[in-house]
């Protein structure tokens, strides 16, 4: 199997940005650290030379990235039942259950989606470190659909789509309050809080950030949204609905608020109900997901306090 070359050129607002950080951002399928890894083994060129992972870059840069063929993933498989709401030889579409973490990370070795998807599908070539195959993540505390690629091609494909906002994402989210838009568009760039490194914030050193929400049912003091992804930010709903002051329903990290009801969640109300996306073949599929029970019990409860 040969190595995958991504060519990319660098656009104006990324001039002075570390290599490392900006290959991570556009091929978002690789750790930073996988990144640093394949610069140090001269992997990765800037107009031909190679550079360090802190080289700053220019408008218009040639960034050449080579990755090797897909080498046995240091990951043990685990047989732990999947929902699979799609599969073929390229793609898996899971309906990923709340609790669950997507690819392991400090403080969750094992038990993560990555680890299931290893012991169903046995013959996975992806190349990467911890995250084979992971186009895109959910929170551990969102339940719905993401896309896994079971190859390096549709990984590839995957990831060109993902970058050129070319998927469709659509959730659903009870958030505290009420709207006074049926419908309106958050545009604000979101990044690492300043002072807390576990939290994301809207802060003007962010990336760009755009979420359009819908208002599908009022429910007394809270709303239940339909929401769709512009971009794909780290926390972006959550961090997005609390910068208007309307955080999601249960979140432990954003939205918590003391004496607030949170009838009988034990997480987010949020879930990623449908997924649209081109099959490496060219097929435009989109599939969607059922309420998880947990949250049709809260709406029910919502629905009857009003």
């Known amino acids: 199997m040969e190595a995958t070359i991504y060519n990319l050129t660098v656009e104006s607002e990324s001039a002075g940005e570390r290599l490392d950080r900006y290959v991570a951002r556009m091929l978002p399928v690789f750790s930073r650290s996988y990144v640093q890894h394949l610069i140090t083994g001269a992997q990765i060129t800037v107009n031909g030379r190679l550079v360090r992972a802190s080289h ?9 990235v080579t990755v090797p063929p897909p080498q046995p993933v240091a990951l043990t498989p685990e047989s732990i039942p999947l929902s699979i709401t799609y599969e073929d030889a390229d793609v898996v579409v899971v309906d990923k259950p709340a609790g669950m973490v997507v690819h392991p990370a400090p403080g969750h070795p094992g038990g993560t989606l990555v680890n299931a998807l290893l012991a169903r599908y046995p013959d996975m070539q992806v190349s990467g470190d911890l995250r084979p195959g992971i186009v895109h993540r959910l929170d551990a505390g969102t339940s719905g659909l993401l896309v896994v690629a079971r190859n390096d091609a549709a990984l590839r494909d995957l990831s060109d789509q993902q970058r050129e906002r070319q998927m469709r994402k659509i959730y659903l989210a009870v958030a505290e309050g009420r709207f006074k838009e049926s419908e309106g568009v958050i545009d604000a760039p979101v990044g690492r809080h300043p002072s807390d490194r ?30 769709r992804l512009e971009t794909g930010r780290t926390h972006q709903i959550r961090v997005h609905l609390l910068h ?19 009838f009988g969640l034990g997480r987010q109300f949020l879930h990623a109900q449908q997924l649209g996306f081109r099959l490496p073949g060219g097929e435009w599929r989109e599939f969607s997901s059922p309420l998880p029970d947990d949250l049709q019990v809260a709406l029910s409860k919502l629905r009857a306090s009003r």
């Open 244 to 262: 208007i002051q309307r955080p999601v329903l249960g979140d432990p990290i954003y939205g918590a608020r003391k004496g607030r009801q949170n």
């Open 198 to 227: 576990l939290r994301m914030a809207v802060t003007p050193q962010g990336r760009v950030a755009r979420t359009h929400y819908r208002v599908i049912e009022e429910l007394g003091a809270y709303t239940l949204l339909e929401v």
């Open 56 to 64: 700053g870059l220019c408008a218009d840069d040639m960034v050449e």
